[in-house]
């Protein structure tokens, strides 16, 4: 049975899908996507290092939407692996893609109401026409080549977005806001090491029959599906 993702549903008409294919580039920028759960990350470090306890009940919300964040933003990380470069394959939709789909919406979803809380409706619902933007440019895609920087910039242009919205009017803003730059330098540059460790430890240590079969593995539950036209 085709399947169709809701812009598709709601008449756009995607192209992307004819050309899209594994590729490295669009593998790498799937990692865009945790500069937010960096973001996040150094507000809440900072607020539990320069503000003193006990919290007023409005940043216990924050905190805990912003860890919430975290974990949303760091698991649309994998799912968009998974979608967009282990598992994808020209014409068809994988199990992997409808997951990281629903997830994406999911998390876009819960980052507008975060920053609708802190910044009003007209600031998120600018954010939100930039990134709907910019994943229908993705979309509308011609050629491979095409589809590989736009959707590798529809990456880096949501992860961008979800950290400003993570550092526009953060909660604690007047005794957080000098120690949040230094602190996100040092996740991010955390996060950056980890990545590069984890992908050469990968690469020198994994044999290839072994990587072949866990994708094998994964395979399985692929489940790819013919894109409607």
């Known amino acids: 049975m085709a399947v169709k993702n809701l812009t598709e549903m709601l008449g756009f008409k995607a192209s992307a899908y004819k050309h899209w294919d594994p590729n490295v580039v669009v593998g ?29 009940f409005e940043t216990w919300i ?9 974990l949303f933003y760091s698991f649309a990380v994998i799912l968009c692996a998974l979608a967009d470069f282990v598992f994808i394959r020209r014409n ?19 980052s507008n109401v975060n920053f609708a809380l802190r910044a009003g409706i007209v600031e998120p ?3 939100s026409v930039l990134a709907v933007a910019a994943f229908l440019y993705s979309g509308s895609s011609k050629s491979f080549d095409q589809w590989v920087f736009r959707h590798s910039l529809w990456h880096l242009i949501a992860g961008c977005i979800g950290s400003y919205g993570a550092f526009r009017l ?18 991010l540059g955390a996060y950056l090491v980890a990545i ?12 290839k029959a072994l990587r072949t079969s866990v994708w094998e593995f994964g395979a399985k539950y ?3 599906k013919a894109v409607a036209t």
């Open 170 to 187: 953060a909660p604690e803003g007047p005794q957080t806001a000098a120690h949040i730059w230094p602190m996100f330098g040092i996740v």
């Open 28 to 56: 790498l920028s799937a990692f865009c996507l945790g500069i937010p759960s960096c973001a996040f990350l150094s507000v809440v470090i900072c607020i539990v290092q320069a503000v003193t306890p006990p919290y007023g």
């Open 196 to 207: 590069a460790a984890s992908l050469g430890l990968c690469a020198i240590f994994l044999p």
């Open 222 to 224: 692929a489940c790819w």
């Open 62 to 70: 924050h905190l805990v939407f912003y860890a919430i964040l975290c």
């Open 125 to 127: 619902a600018l954010c």
């Open 92 to 110: 068809h939709r994988s199990y992997y893609g409808k997951v990281d789909i629903f997830w994406a919406s999911l998390t876009f979803f819960a």
